[in-house]
């Protein structure tokens, strides 16, 4: 065990136009902030496949931050509202796993909130700092409530999916 | 995958150089697997660093390139256009944001270095997957709607239409003209408004190539950049514009009077049929439904009975008009700032408090004062006017913005005082922001004209006297914060000079075009700087104030610019439409539909003899929102695909130690 400070590392899914452009932003005007970020550009929130988050968390993530325009403004319309219903699926998901709160974030940024951004994301570090690096399996066998979570699993899942026609 | 990687590292200058190691993240990048170049520069975006790419190109066959610079919104453009002089394909070129995500919000330098590492191997693994694309080039249909018929909108429809070019101008209000029709002089060479503004309104309304739709807006907005389709509704004027030879004998005969809210900022009075102003364009008048007696009860009709041409049509319906656009401009303009929200100044409370647009129809010659200025009794001349600066502007309360015309309406308003009547004028500012062309010096011409200047926010303005010479005056109290004192200074009159602000209905109004809005609700730019008439929605132009608070002239030309764009693009003839969109590979979709209720562009139609989904490209906007959704993984997003994406996230964890069943974690102690 060493005395050195834990540095997680985060993943981030930046929108193109609104949370990518606060990056940006949070840039042009020096605004720091925590570096254990690493960002990935898409084009929507909407395009964050959950595999995308579980990928991450498999490769060794210790957060994923998922970022996108406020709910109204998206610039196609709608779509950031489909990256929260899925991120409401998988934080279901993951918590009945037994990760804990705060390692996945869904966070909304305007291009002009460089400032809601690099906060957003000093926190967000704090916080998974504080919970030390992902130790899943750990905490799944010290999860005496798995069971019942992978019984609760299907109903959350298809109450997160549901589309309708 | 045997790919040959390129990359190359930017100093730019000393703003990535100074905090990040570049020499160590070329030699880092040089040993990541696929890289046979790796070099560091200072100015990547400099013609020789472009030319360095091209050559590597050339030279050493180099097939993907990934430039760790600033963030692709800025030089993304610059990079694919290097490559693709060097005989690449522009979408196998990937850039990593070193500069805005790593050097300029990092302030330890080997942390800096450890994320800029990782960015740029996300970057390499990426890009060897990456795909080579082709843009599509679309028609561009040559008309160009024009929303909003202020100076800005009007000085855009007629760059446009006297290029040879059709315009179609939907204008909210019966007439265009804007706020600037409602000014009487402007700053800072006191031109008449009217005089200068009148002319371009009657070009735009005899404009052969200019269809102009007033009392209309704009419904729904449809396509992409060169081939939109919009949809209009035409109020129902209740005049028929064909039959109307705008006489105004209904104006005269109408026995209504009703208080113009509008065009005479609630200071006059207008007829149930109305035009706002005599120069209106189009003369055509309008009947107000919601005043109008044969609405309200069924009789009158006054209005119909004296017209000569029968043109009155009581039962006209509101009228849908379907328009193929190539390009749009938004030229929206502004609200003003309620001065009601900050009571302190007792604007509606007491009478003698005017607001600005109020203190310009008082000005104007065709107001309702005849251009006399009196208190609110409408005859008494004022001896003593004070000027409120910043009253909703600069203000953290209500918008910190500066409102950019204030100053030099105050000014203004003091020459015109001056000039008219024989009264003080006291202007109390917080800095006097005269930065155009003559406008310091017509600062300084009023101080030489004798107008006062206090420099302080008004803290309050109220009616209790204190002392016998306040009674029955408005006691203006600040702090001079040149003198360092608290001052009482009675005056006669008070003129709020209210902010800008962003029309009620601005974000509303951005949702329909597919623009958005900053927080504060102006039309957001492409760039600040250096793109700041164009949006991020191709096709989409702003113009004048909507884009943010700016005078005239800065109207004028941001119109102007708005419509040398679009000249660009009709003449050119068509536009190249981004290849990243999302397709559907027939033979996995099982065809359940799910991707179709998910795009909010219609961009995916079911194919039922198929029994398959069908994305038509032309409308995808490439969001990926379908790629995410599909559970068949049928769909596939170019240049952001999930093998890409899921390098990419291998990648930036290149250093992290892998969880579950893999090596111990360290166990790290909370601090």
């Not at chain 2, 930017?10 to 990048?29: P, R, Y």
């Not at chain 2, 066959?61 to 256009?81: D, W």
């Not at chain 2, 929206?332 to 001065?339: E, M, R, V």
């Not at chain 2, 992290?656 to 360290?666: E, L, Q, S």
């Amino acid at each position: 065990m060493s005395d050195e400070r834990f540095e997680p590392k985060i993943i981030a899914f930046l929108c193109n136009w609104c949370s990518y452009r606060a990056a940006d932003l949070a840039g042009t005007a020096r605004m720091k902030y925590q570096p254990n970020i690493r960002s990935i550009r898409v084009m929507c929130s909407g395009r964050v496949d959950p595999s995308f988050v579980l990928k991450a968390f498999s490769l060794g993530a210790d957060g994923v931050m998922i970022a996108g325009c406020h709910p109204g403004e998206c610039h196609y319309l709608e779509q950031n509202y489909k990256a929260m219903r899925r991120y409401e699926m998988l934080r279901h998901t993951l918590l009945a796993m037994g990760m804990e709160d705060h390692r996945l974030r869904l966070q909304w940024a305007s291009a002009a909130e460089g400032n809601v951004l690099s906060a957003a994301i000093n926190e967000m570090i704090e916080q998974v700092r504080a919970l030390g690096p992902l130790n899943w399996p750990g905490l799944w066998s010290e999860n005496g409530g798995h069971q019942a979570a992978i019984e609760r699993l299907p109903h959350e899942h298809a109450e997160a999916l549901e589309v309708t026609a | 995958m045997s790919e040959k990687v390129g990359v190359y590292i930017c100093h730019c200058g000393s703003n990535i150089a100074g905090t990040v190691d570049v020499v160590e993240l070329a030699k880092f990048a040089g040993e990541l697997p696929g890289v046979t170049v790796s070099r560091e520069y200072k100015f990547m975006c400099s013609s020789l660093g472009q030319e360095l790419v091209a050559e590597d190109i050339q030279k050493q066959g180099l097939t993907r390139v990934v430039v760790g610079a600033c963030s692709p919104h800025l030089h993304e453009k610059t990079f694919r256009r290097a490559c693709a002089t060097a005989g690449l394909n522009p979408y196998l070129m990937q850039m990593a944001s070193l500069r805005e995500q790593v050097s300029w919000v990092t302030e330890d330098k080997a942390l800096a270095l450890d994320k800029a590492k990782a960015m740029i191997s996300g970057a390499v693994r990426r890009v060897q997957l990456q795909e080579e694309l082709e843009p599509t080039p679309v028609p561009v249909n040559p008309n160009t709607l024009v929303v909003g018929g202020g100076v800005a909108g009007i000085q855009a429809a007629l760059e446009l239409a006297d290029a040879g070019y059709p315009v179609f101008m939907v204008e909210r209000e019966p007439s265009i003209g804007g706020h600037m029709a409602q000014f009487d002089k402007t700053f800072p060479t006191l031109d008449c408004s009217a005089c200068i503004l009148t002319p371009k309104m009657s070009d735009v309304g005899t404009h052969d190539k200019i269809t102009l739709l007033s009392y209309a807006e704009v419904e729904e907005v449809t396509g992409f950049v060169g081939n939109f389709h919009v949809r209009i509704r035409k109020r129902a004027r209740g005049v028929d514009e064909k039959d109307c030879t705008g006489c105004g004998i209904c104006i005269e005969k109408c026995p209504r009077k009703v208080v113009d809210e509008v065009f005479e900022a609630g200071m006059g009075y207008r007829k149930a049929i109305y035009r706002p102003f005599p120069q209106a364009v189009p003369k055509f008048p309008v009947i107000d439904r919601a005043n109008c007696t044969f609405y309200e009860r069924g009789t009158c009709k006054a209005c119909e009975k004296f017209c000569p041409t029968n043109a009155i049509k009581f039962d006209q319906e509101d009228s849908f008009l379907d328009l193929d656009i190539g390009n749009i401009i938004l030229a929206t303009g502004w609200d003003l700032f309620d001065a009601r929200r900050l009571s302190q100044f007792g604007y509606g409370r007491l009478a003698n408090v005017f607001t600005n647009l109020e203190f310009e129809r008082l000005c104007n010659a065709a107001g309702p004062t005849d251009g006399k200025i009196v208190l609110r009794d409408g005859v008494t001349e004022p001896k003593s006017i004070a000027l409120v600066h910043c009253v909703g502007s600069r203000d953290k309360t209500t918008n910190p913005q500066c409102s950019a015309v204030c100053c030099m309406a105050a000014l203004k308003f003091g020459h015109l005082v001056m000039e008219k009547t024989q009264a003080e004028v006291t202007s109390f500012y917080i800095d006097i922001r005269a930065p155009h062309k003559n406008y310091e010096e017509f600062y300084d011409r009023l101080q030489d004209e004798g107008m006062h200047f206090v420099r302080g926010r008004v803290a309050e303005v109220t009616d209790a006297a204190r002392r016998p010479e306040e009674e029955g005056k408005l006691i203006v109290q600040v702090e001079d914060t040149l003198v360092g004192k608290q001052r009482r200074l009675p005056f006669d009159m008070v003129v709020l000079m209210s902010g800008l602000q962003p029309r009620a209905d601005a974000k509303e109004v951005g949702l329909r075009f597919g623009i958005s809005c900053s927080m504060d609700g102006w039309f957001t730019e492409r760039h600040p700087k250096l793109d700041p008439v164009a949006t991020m929605t191709d096709g989409i132009f702003i113009a004048g104030v909507c884009q943010g608070p700016k005078d005239i002239p800065d109207s004028v030309a941001q119109g102007a610019a708005a419509a040398s764009r679009i000249q660009g693009m009709i003449a050119r003839g068509t536009v190249m439409i981004e290849p990243v969109v999302a397709t559907i590979h027939e033979e996995h979709c099982s065809g359940c539909r799910i991707c179709n209720n998910l795009c909010p562009f219609n961009a995916i139609e079911f194919l039922a003899e198929k029994g398959v989904s069908y994305i038509n490209a032309a409308l995808c906007k490439g969001c990926g929102t379908c790629v995410a959704a599909c559970p068949a993984q049928a769909i596939s997003g170019a240049h952001f695909n999930n093998q890409q994406i899921n390098a990419e996230i291998e990648g930036l964890l290149y250093d992290a130690v892998r969880g579950n069943g893999g090596a111990p974690k360290p166990v790290a102690v909370p601090a």
